[in-house]
């Protein structure tokens, strides 16, 4: 069984940076493994943030992200990261890592495609 860890959540004032980090268990050591981030807050959808593909490190993100948050793998591919940058009230959420086990279905972030979650960290951005 696949365990993804995520950490690095917090409060940050408007305009502010966070780091989020996803760690994938040691049980899982495949390459061709898409890793993404999802948000969700309560009585919303839960929303694709960004994904990318271990293979290629082709990423894709959601609109409202763009040019402000990026993710990428350390060269192991056991842990993916959420840089977020100028962060906005609007991205107050839960957020979440997920894995799909071959591949990413490219440019589409959605949430049944994926096969494993992490429990969750909570990013908070007052203004």
């Known amino acids: 069984q696949v365990q993804l860890v995520e950490s690095g959540g917090g409060s940050v004032q408007a305009g502010g940076s966070l780091r989020l980090s996803c760690a994938v268990s040691?049980?899982?050591?495949?390459?061709?493994?898409?890793m993404a981030w999802f948000r969700q807050t309560p009585g919303k959808e839960r929303e694709g943030v960004a994904q990318?593909?271990?293979?290629?490190?082709?990423?894709d993100y959601a609109d409202s992200v763009k040019g402000r948050f990026t993710i990428f793998q350390n060269n192991a591919n056991v842990t993916s990261y959420l840089e977020m940058t100028s962060l906005k009230p609007e991205d107050t959420a839960m957020y979440y890592c997920?894995?799909?086990?071959?591949?990413?279905?490219?440019?589409?972030?959605?949430?049944?495609?994926?096969?494993?979650w992490g429990q969750g960290t909570q990013v908070t951005v007052s203004s």
């Open positions: 997920a894995l799909r086990r071959y591949g990413c279905v490219s440019g589409s972030i959605v949430g049944r495609f994926f096969d494993f």
């Open positions: 040691s049980s899982y050591s495949g390459n061709m493994a898409c």
């Open positions: 990318i593909y271990s293979g290629l490190g082709a990423t």
